[in-house]
């Protein structure tokens, strides 16, 4: 009997692990040679903007004194921070999956490069540690939460689909802290589901934005994979902004992944098949085998 549950279990495993690994992906990049990326920075109060500035990065981390994290995130275009930036990030070939948004931009005229992303502006809210920011000193990273951003897609610099506030995740491992140029960040965004924006755009992007919507129905999330690390990015101040621009170089639009209902099938068959095993067990078991007192 132990055999059988260990079968259907290990079986159950395998179905879900089956599903959980067919995300549809969309390649991009926002490199700063092309005036993508993000801007992030701190605010005296005396541009657009609260005056704000982030919490104290402790010496542990990084060698330098007096460091600091940037409280506001946004794409390199917001708010006429780069002037000659449009977006924060193109897509890229191959698309993996996507199936009904690939046929739509080939026969409306597009190719994938014809996509680009901007971010409105992100904060770390109240900026508490434990909540917005965490510090891992024995592994020497620190994790922060962006949150109050929206995302929006362009196909051939026309509108078509936007999204809710969402919460940006970033990661940065610094390494050797006497050495800021082996630092390592990545980051990402929580699922979120886009919602059609194209009703002012050509048909043709409207048609685009009904296919990448057919695709993206579980939802989606951006995850930026590889980033420029602080100790080379450009610097920018003006307009009661102090802050930095990262590229990034390694990103992917992806799908949320929920199970099909085939699988959904499988793992029913799994559980009927546990709970049957258990019953007939239960009523093999002699009056002697149960508990007394």
């Known amino acids: 009997m132990k055999r059988v549950f260990s079968l259907i279990i290990a079986f159950m495993i395998v179905v879900w692990l089956t599903a959980s690994v067919h995300a549809d992906i969309i390649p991009a990049s926002g490199l700063e040679a092309e005036g993508m990326g993000s801007a992030a920075w701190n605010a005296t109060g005396s541009g657009p903007g609260a005056a704000a500035t982030g919490h104290a990065i402790p010496n542990s981390l990084v060698s330098w004194t007096s460091a600091v994290a940037?409280?506001?995130?946004?794409?390199?275009?917001?708010?006429?921070i780069d002037l000659a930036s449009s977006f924060g990030l193109e897509g890229a070939a191959p698309i993996?999956?996507?199936?009904?948004?690939?046929?739509?931009?080939?026969?409306?005229?597009?190719?994938?490069?014809?996509?680009?992303?901007?971010?409105?502006?992100?904060?770390?809210?109240?900026?508490?540690?434990?909540?917005?920011?965490?510090?891992?000193?024995?592994?020497?990273?620190?994790?922060?939460?962006?949150?109050?951003?929206?995302?929006?897609?362009?196909?051939?610099?026309?509108?078509?689909?936007?999204?809710?506030a969402t919460t940006t995740t970033l990661v940065i491992d610094y390494n050797n802290a006497a050495d800021p140029f082996d630092d390592d960040m990545f980051g990402f965004t929580d699922p979120f589901n886009p919602i059609d924006?194209?009703?002012?755009?050509?048909?043709?992007?409207?048609?685009?934005?009904a296919a990448f919507l057919t695709d993206a129905a579980s939802g989606v999330k951006i995850d930026f994979l590889s980033m420029q690390v602080a100790a080379v990015q450009s610097t920018f101040s003006g307009n009661g902004r102090n802050g930095a621009f990262f590229e990034a170089q390694n990103a992917e639009i992806t799908t949320t992944v929920v199970p099909e209902p085939a699988t959904i099938a499988l793992l029913g068959i799994g559980l009927v098949g546990l709970a049957g095993a258990a019953a007939r067990r239960r009523r093999k078991r002699s009056p002697e085998d149960d508990p007394v007192g």
């Open 96 to 164: 993996n999956g996507f199936t009904n948004f690939s046929t739509a931009l080939a026969s409306n005229g597009f190719v994938v490069s014809d996509l680009n992303l901007q971010w409105g502006l992100f904060t770390l809210g109240t900026d508490t540690e434990g909540v917005e920011y965490s510090f891992d000193i024995p592994n020497q990273t620190e994790t922060r939460h962006y949150s109050g951003g929206s995302f929006s897609m362009f196909l051939g610099g026309e509108l078509m689909v936007t999204s809710a």
């Open 197 to 209: 924006a194209s009703g002012g755009s050509s048909a043709a992007v409207q048609n685009v934005a």
């Open 70 to 80: 940037y409280y506001y995130m946004a794409s390199r275009d917001y708010d006429n």
